[in-house]
């Protein structure tokens, strides 16, 4: 039988947690919070014509998604 896709392997989930514990603001881009806030901010950013800033909310949210 396989594993669930979803589930990460032990090394992985190691790996995710020593990253957290080592680093703040990669703890407070894992919050649910931070993950939609920014990916709301890079919405918004792109619907009001504003590149700057919606690249940089689009980078945070694309850290933050990946660091779920």
Sequence with gaps: MSADPRTPCPACKRRRQRLRARSPILNTLCAPVSRWGFTALA?????ANLLIPALLATGLATIAWRHN
Excluded: L, R, S
């Design 43 to 47: 919405i918004g950013g792109f619907y």
